[in-house]
């Protein structure tokens, strides 16, 4: 048995994948508990992984999704210590066309799973916002160990239909140290976190993509922590190492 368990893998358990100039860090974690104990991992593993930049700028990304009746101040409070540079939030739609219904949650509708989305996404606003308020001691020691960590205040914008969206733009223009974003797939937000360089995610021509934001711009290397739903990172597995979801 002992031996069984030491052989055994576990896609999407606090695995990493590696692209030009980006480390996917992907766990389906989903309750309190067990985003507390990714939260520690990512924080080791990507400290490990800066340490071997030879002073290149790095920049951290949250990929956030979460589903079901569990309430998001919860869990995304867990993620508050990874001192992320940029936020991403996406519902757990694979891309834009109707395949692949065997990766979906047909037990949810498209329009609640943008809705869920956006208040993950203002949820982690506010909490954030808090945050760096009542932690300033602390942001400021991290910062000198992470180069990007001087957030500059950034208009950010939505890609969910509603660029226009006044909360987001208003509130980041006025006091928000992050850029968030959010976007109607899983294949739109990962096209952007890997500033459209990883061969493996392929968007259509046409598609409008938001800009990067200036730390994603300008990183050498992205750490992307993806977590929040075993639906989200199933979807990123099928797009980032698909024989794994064949196998």
């Known amino acids: ?29 989903h309750t309190a508990e067990s985003l507390q104990l990714c939260a520690d991992w990512f924080n080791v593993e990507t400290s490990k992984e800066a340490k071997s930049t030879s002073g290149n700028p790095f920049v951290r990304v949250l990929l956030f999704n979460m589903t079901g009746d569990r309430k998001p101040e919860s869990l995304l409070r867990c993620l508050l210590s990874c001192h992320f540079d ?28 943008t809705q869920r989305c956006e ?18 001691s602390s942001l400021n020691v991290s910062r000198s160990l992470h180069p990007f960590q001087d957030h500059k205040k950034f208009n950010g914008s939505l890609n969910l239909d509603k660029s226009d969206d006044p909360f987001i733009l208003s509130s980041n223009r006025e006091t928000s140290l ?70």
């Open 1 to 29: 048995m002992a031996a069984g368990l030491h052989k055994c893998v576990w896609p999407a358990r606090s695995q990493k994948l590696s692209g030009p100039g980006i480390t996917y860090y992907l766990d389906g974690a």
């Open 178 to 247: 992050m850029p968030i974003f959010a976007f109607n797939t899983i294949l739109e937000s990962l096209f952007f976190v890997s500033r459209g360089q990883d061969p493996r995610i392929k968007v259509p021509s046409d598609l409008g993509i938001s800009t990067p934001p200036p730390c994603l711009q300008v990183a050498h290397h992205a750490q992307v922590l993806c977590v929040g739903s075993l639906h989200l990172v199933g979807g990123i597995l099928s797009i980032l190492d698909p024989t794994v979801c064949e196998s």
């Open 119 to 136: 208040e993950n996404r203002r949820i982690w606003f506010q909490l954030h916002s808090e945050y760096s308020q009542t932690n300033a």
């Open 86 to 113: 940029c936020a991403i939030f996406c519902p757990n739609i694979l891309n834009r066309s109707k395949e692949n219904s065997d990766l979906m949650n047909l037990t949810v509708t498209e329009k609640s799973q």
